[in-house]
């Protein structure tokens, strides 16, 4: 296939120029580090330093994580410097794609074959990877997404692994089929399967477990799908599912990578990740046109990645630990309240802690300890609503996007908030 602008899945695949040197330099900071304060504008918006401020729009400290509702992570400040780099120039959009896909591949020691795509997110990873299982390189098809006429239908997926990111798939026009057992799977598969997808997160859930998912794909020469937007620490995961076999991995890049909130990436099989950047921006009349991702969030997201695989992730979480423990340590001088941790044993894999408490002496719900705690000032977005052991009320945290010194207001703010309910 040749779109109008003369690239193809060829030149995608083949050799290109390289990024400039200055792209990729030495090690950066941990994820704890933030940024210095940058310059102010002389005058207008921004000029206070403070333009969620000016906006009317309340800054928040994030006790919940690298939520896309709450805007992600941190970049490190070496990201905003190469973005300014790119900034400065124009440059083909697919020439920089491949360029970067080839980088990134190397630096995660991908298998011979195998590449990388920055897509605008993990869910536009997800859609334009399938979208390419279905097309291929041609342009007819490309064009006629979600019209599948001439193209296979139906992605397979365990039912415990159904979630709103569907949409991304659902979008393409394909009919989801909900299996549960290994029978069912075999029942299933017909000539209209295009891809058999898995999402990491539920992987606890389903009867089919990670790495029987993708032997049972390739046992009937299907494409197989991962969804490990939030799958990362370990940093293993990153190449962990391609070296299990699966065509095509999803990560956000805005997550605990710390890359740009509007980037992901798209891993896997070269034939694949190019189809996908054939259904997607810069090109024109295509599903994934909307979807654009910049020549700064590109280069971005190989500083950031590069930055991430340099850490040291034991180091920092024992950080994320101890921050945890400087809270329970004072709120546990509160009558009635407990702690306790936990690590989710996939994704947003990074020390967490349950705070719970004896509603007979802390006249308090876990909804409403939330919402306080969000209406507060400063305001703390920490989760609320589940129950901790014996029926008691519960708040989870973890801590690693929490900024120096954010422990302390956090502890101060909860113990506040107790005391003034208790019984």
């Known amino acids: 296939m040749a779109l109008s602008t003369g690239w193809n899945r060829r030149s995608f695949l083949g050799s290109v120029a390289t990024l400039a040197a200055s792209v990729v330099g030495p090690r950066g900071p941990t994820a704890g580090t933030r940024s210095p304060a940058e310059p102010k504008p002389t005058g207008g918006f921004g ?28 970049p490190h400040p070496e ?92 979008s393409t026009g394909v009919k989801l089929v909900e299996i549960e057992t290994r029978d069912q799977l075999r029942r299933t598969i017909s000539d209209r399967t295009a891809m058999m997808h898995f999402s990491n997160f539920a992987n606890p859930n389903g009867q089919i477990k ?25 940093v293993s995961h990153l190449w962990d599912y391609v070296n299990l076999g699966y065509d095509l991995v999803t990560f956000s890049g805005g997550k605990a990578i710390a890359g740009p909130q509007c980037a992901g990436l798209l891993l896997g099989r070269e ?34 990645l590069e930055i991430h695989l340099g850490e040291d992730q034991e180091a920092l979480a024992r950080e994320w630990q101890q921050r945890l423990e400087t809270i329970a340590h004072e709120i546990g001088k509160v009558p009635g309240v407990s702690t306790s941790y936990f690590t989710p044993p996939v994704a947003n894999h990074v020390p967490h802690m349950n705070i719970t408490w004896d509603q007979k002496r802390i006249l308090l719900t876990a909804q409403d ?19 901790g052991s014996e029926g008691r009320p ?30």
């Open 47 to 74: 000029a206070s330093g403070n333009v969620y401020e000016e906006l009317g729009v309340t800054a928040v400290i994030n006790c919940q994580g690298t939520m896309t509702m709450l805007g992600g992570s941190l």
């Open 79 to 170: 990201i905003q410097s190469v973005m300014e780099q790119a900034s400065r120039h124009f440059v083909s959009i697919p020439e920089l794609e491949a360029a970067a896909g080839k980088r990134i591949a190397a630096m995660l020691k991908l298998p011979q074959g195998y590449s990388a795509l920055v897509t605008s997110g993990a869910a536009a990873a997800i859609q334009s990877g399938l979208a390419g299982v279905l097309t291929g390189d041609n342009e007819t098809l490309i064009r006629q997404l979600p019209d599948l006429s001439g193209m296979k239908s139906e992605v397979i997926i365990q039912k415990s692994h159904r979630n709103p990111f569907d949409h991304q798939l659902r």
């Open 210 to 234: 990670v790495d029987e998912w993708v032997k049972l794909a390739k046992q009937y020469n299907i494409a197989s799908m991962n969804d490990a937007a939030a799958d990362t620490p370990p």
């Open 271 to 304: 034939d694949l990740v190019g189809y996908a950047l054939l259904n997607n921006s810069p090109y024109e009349d295509t599903i994934g046109r909307s979807q654009k991702v910049g020549k700064e969030e590109i280069v971005a997201m190989i500083k950031a």
């Open 369 to 387: 300890a939330s919402r306080q705690l969000r209406a507060g000032k400063p305001s703390i977005a920490m989760g609320g609503g589940k129950e």
């Open 394 to 423: 519960g708040l989870v945290m973890n801590s690693f996007q929490l900024q120096p010194g954010e422990d302390k207001i956090v502890s101060e703010q909860m113990v506040r908030l107790f005391r003034a309910h208790s019984a």
